[in-house]
């Protein structure tokens, strides 16, 4: 079956950098678009970046030239790398990806989140 597995989220100060890896087990199809999104304390889940199989790339403006999305499609892997960080950054963040299933159709999976906490 298919999982999303995010790690590198954790604890930083202000300024400081955090890489997100989000690794897609179980698939035996291709991967269309991959992304990143994020959701704080009382907040709708909202969109960071997201990355499609030709490498093309959308930010949120307010992550806009902090943040770096990349994949490695060999790895089914998609990155995030988050630098000058700011409290606002704080959040669980969630790797998603557009797969397609046994049955030929495409589908969303979400993986289980990790915590990102920028302190001021």
């Known amino acids: 079956q298919v999982q999303l597995v995010e790690s590198g989220g954790g604890l930083v100060q202000a300024g400081g950098s955090l890489r997100l890896s989000c690794a897609a087990s179980g698939v035996k199809s291709s991967i269309n678009t991959m992304g990143w999104y994020r959701q704080a304390p009382g907040k709708q889940r909202e969109l960071v970046a997201t990355?499609?199989?030709?490498?093309?790339?959308n930010y949120a403006d307010s992550v806009k030239g902090r943040f770096t999305i990349s994949r490695d499609n060999a790895k089914k892997t998609v990155v995030l790398q988050m630098n000058s960080l700011k409290p606002e950054d704080t959040a669980v963040y969630y790797c998603?990806?557009?797969?397609?299933?046994?049955?030929?159709?495409?589908?969303?999976?979400w993986g289980q989140g990790t915590q990102v906490t920028v302190s001021s």
């Open positions: 990355i499609t199989s030709g490498s093309s790339t």
């Open positions: 998603a990806a557009s797969i397609m299933t046994s049955f030929g159709v495409w589908r969303d999976y």
